[in-house]
């Protein structure tokens, strides 16, 4: 069954289109969080990535990459069947003294003055906590409640991630990158990097 689904993800990877739409929402992500393009992203600052909602203890893989670097992940997850239509959900792994921590299902939430967005563990609006982007750093955690209206904030967040989607579509496919296939046999960790489809 594992190596069946595992065949389905490499076949849906390879269509330009599902390359399109999750490179757009990667795209769209990074500049609503940081307020500015992957490519211009500092080393200690978290890396984005999209691919298909973790099954079997996938997340381990993503778990183990962060361990071994340090650095944080957004990974934006979508579904298999239905890879290009929008994410599942967006998740946030990071490293938390000796163990990684995943924050997942999470709400990207906007403030009224079009500033870079905030990251809600848990989509929950009564949640005590976000994560803010600081430049060169990894992404700083806020014990306290949001600056504003939870509701208002993802409606925001949404309109904001929508016109930043539009203008991913008019982005080249050579200035897009490399998709990457990580699988694992055992503890051993396989990356397979391709161009994406032009």
């Known amino acids: 069954m594992r190596e069946a689904r595992h065949e389905l993800q490499t076949l849906s990877a390879s269509d330009p289109a599902v390359q399109a ?19 211009q992203a500092q080393p200690a600052e978290p890396m984005f990535g999209a691919g298909f909602r973790f099954e079997d203890g996938e997340e381990k893989l993503f778990s183990a990459f962060t361990r071994n670097d340090g650095l944080e992940r957004i990974y934006i997850a979508f579904d298999i069947d239905d890879a290009q239509g929008p994410p599942i959900g967006i998740g946030l792994f990071r490293k938390e003294g000796e163990n990684v921590v995943c924050y997942g299902m999470c709400k990207l939430w906007s403030p009224t003055n079009d500033g870079r967005a905030l990251l809600v563990p848990n989509g929950e609006g ?28 993802v409606r925001r967040a949404q309109s904001r991630l929508k016109r930043l989607l539009q203008a991913a579509e008019a982005e080249p496919a ?22 994406l489809a032009a």
Do not use: E, K
């Not at 490179?23 to 609503?32: D, E, G, P, S």
């Not at 949640?127 to 504003?148: E, K, V």
């Open 21 to 39: 739409n999750m490179f757009r929402h990667v795209r769209a992500c990074t500049q609503l969080l940081t307020g500015r393009l992957a490519a």
């Open 126 to 153: 009564g949640t005590a906590g976000y994560f803010a982007f600081r430049r060169g750093h990894p992404f700083r955690w806020i014990d306290g409640p949001l600056p504003g209206n939870f509701d208002a904030g």
């Open 174 to 195: 050579a200035q897009r990158g490399l998709a990457t296939i990580v699988s694992n046999v055992g503890q051993t960790i396989f990356t397979q990097p391709f161009p």
